[in-house]
């Protein structure tokens, strides 16, 4: 007799189609460390450049004490490097057996569930920065505008795997409607 088959989610549910334990939550995936490694060279591009311009420019307009305002563009990339950790590890997603689960957020936390019988188009996106670091984003269409959802800094692998699974099941469960 069979006591359990493993799932999407890789739990294992009973045989015979009961819920599962409440207690038994998704199979959360994170991202990829790329996608941190982007948007910290990202926030420190920015950042360098204009405590350089703002220094330069203070000192030579306004004297060298004004040149002080230089740090507060470094206070920014002080502060933003660990909120880029924080928001990178917030990020998750869990495929189910009937939706696909999108979570994210530190202060604000936000879930989206997409049933996979409401989507209507799934794309992968790369620019030119996400290639240079093999990244692309999954991005969800749904009849309802405000319904989108997006995965952004996947493996281009991963993202392709995933828009594959989600359309195969996306078109298996639209079938019946």
């Known amino acids: 007799m069979e006591t359990g088959a493993t799932g999407i989610t890789g739990n294992a549910g009973p045989a015979d189609g009961a819920e599962a334990p409440s207690d038994a939550g998704p199979d959360w995936t994170g991202l990829p460390p ?3 490694k982007l948007r910290r060279l990202l926030l420190a591009m920015w950042m360098v450049p204009l405590a350089v311009a703002v220094g330069l420019g203070l000192a030579i307009l306004a004297g060298p004490p004004w040149a002080a305002f230089a740090l ?3 206070a920014v990339l002080a502060w933003g490097w660990p909120m880029l950790g924080r928001n990178w590890r917030s990020w998750r997603y869990a495929e189910r057996s009937d939706d696909l ?3 994210r957020g530190v202060l604000w936390r936000e ?3 997409v049933p996979y019988g409401r989507m209507q188009l799934v794309e992968v996106t790369s620019g030119p920065l ?3 670091f093999g990244l692309a984003s999954l991005q969800l269409h749904t009849a309802a505008a405000a319904s989108d959802a997006t995965i952004p800094g996947l493996t281009p692998a991963e993202a392709e795997r995933l828009r594959d699974r989600l359309t195969e ?3 298996a469960r639209s079938a019946g409607l």
């Open 111 to 113: 879930e989206t569930i």
């Open 101 to 103: 689960l999108i979570s």
């Open 72 to 74: 507060l563009p470094l």
């Open 34 to 36: 790329g996608l941190l």
């Open 130 to 132: 996400e290639r240079k």
């Open 169 to 171: 099941l996306g078109e």
